[in-house]
Each structure stands twice: as structure tokens, then as C-alpha cells.
């Protein structure tokens, strides 16, 4: 089945909150480095969408899920700095995908969708972070990203030790 990439909006994301719970549960007990730990419960996972849906209505933060029919697969955020120095930068943020569905280009598409509305809205510089030796950093060195360093002892992971995160950028050459 082809993946459909769409932008949400607040409204939009309603009616997909509990796919989006399920989501979130799914990757954290499948072991994604996203902010928390498993077995993450319903209510932590509803909570964290319900803060995203509020962000949203928002001019600051950007949301897009992949969905496979009407079965969410996957999600990216994109947080646009507000402050006057930085109005050029922007954050990818959470993204997630199934463990059902990975190995099928997802992310790939999550994150051109996410950067290439980056670069439509003037964001030039794009950073990111993600768990040190994780199949994600991985990833983004394939999209063409760029570690600019590790900071150790930065994320406590599922097996209870702290690891450290790759903070990563990429310049948009507009």
C-alpha cells in the first residue's frame, strides 16, 4: 500500500488521538528513544498528544503523519523557533514509526516532508537529536545530516543506563 504523507492540524489530529496513543506506546515498548520509557501507560501517551495538540494550533510547531489507509503509521514534528534570532532554525522533533511498518521508507518520506516545509518557510538550519549508536542516527547520516557532537550520560534508556545523544544538524541550502 502507498504511504500517504499528510499535515495535520488541530482539528485533523482529534480524530486520530488514539491511533497516535497507540503509536507512541508502540514505539517507546519497541524500544524508540522519544522522552520516555516503557511501559508507557495510556494516560502519559494521551497527555503527550494532547500537549502536541494544543502546540499545533499554534504558528510554532508543524505535525505530519504517514498513514496507510486510514491506519497511522508513522509521525514528525517540526518545532519553528519563534525568537528573532532564530527565525531561520528549526527543530525535527519525535520522529516515530511503527514497528509494524518499518523497513518500508517511512521515515525517509516523514523527514523529506518535514524539511522540505522547512526550506518553503526560510528555516535554513535544521538540528536534531537522537540517541548515540540508535539505527536513527544512522539514518539521518543517510538523509545527509551532520553530527556536530555527543553529549554524554544525556538520556536514560529502557535498560535504565544513561547514553549519550548525537546532536545533528543540516543546512538547507534554499
Known amino acids: 500500500m502507498i504511504t500517504e504523507i499528510r499535515r495535520l492540524d488541530a482539528s485533523g489530529l482529534e480524530p486520530l488521538l488514539p491511533q497516535m496513543v497507540?503509536?507512541?506506546?508502540?514505539?517507546?515498548?519497541?524500544?524508540?528513544?522519544?522522552?520516555?520509557?516503557?511501559?508507557?501507560?495510556?494516560?502519559?501517551?494521551?497527555?503527550?498528544?494532547?500537549?502536541?495538540?494544543?502546540?499545533?494550533?499554534?504558528?510554532y510547531k508543524l505535525l505530519w503523519v504517514a498513514l496507510e489507509g486510514e491506519e497511522v503509521t508513522g509521525t514528525v514534528q517540526l518545532n519553528l523557533e519563534s525568537r528573532a534570532n532564530g527565525i531561520h532554525r528549526a527543530e525535527v522533533a519525535k520522529l516515530m514509526v511503527g514497528t509494524a511498518h518499518r523497513r518500508k521508507g517511512?521515515?525517509?518520506?516523514?523527514?523529506?516532508?518535514?524539511?522540505?516545509?522547512?526550506?518553503?518557510?526560510?528555516?535554513?538550519?535544521?538540528?536534531?537529536?537522537?540517541?548515540?549508536?540508535?539505527?536513527?542516527?544512522?539514518?539521518y547520516l543517510s538523509l545527509g545530516w551532520q553530527k556536530a557532537?555527543?553529549?554524554?550520560?544525556?538520556?536514560?534508556?529502557?535498560?535504565?543506563?544513561?547514553?549519550?545523544?548525537v546532536v545533528m544538524y543540516k543546512i538547507m541550502l534554499g
Request: charged share 20%; no cysteine; net charge negative.
Open 106 to 139: 517511512i521515515p525517509t518520506v516523514l523527514m523529506e516532508a518535514a524539511e522540505n516545509e522547512a526550506e518553503r518557510l526560510g528555516r535554513t538550519t535544521l538540528v536534531l537529536d537522537t540517541l548515540e549508536g540508535h539505527e536513527a542516527e544512522r539514518l
Open 22 to 59: 497507540a503509536l507512541l506506546q508502540d514505539v517507546v515498548d519497541g524500544g524508540a528513544s522519544v522522552g520516555f520509557l516503557p511501559p508507557l501507560s495510556v494516560e502519559e501517551a494521551q497527555a503527550y498528544w494532547l500537549e502536541v495538540h494544543s502546540a499545533i494550533q499554534g504558528p
Open 149 to 165: 557532537g555527543v553529549i554524554p550520560q544525556y538520556a536514560r534508556w529502557q535498560d535504565g543506563k544513561l547514553y549519550g545523544t
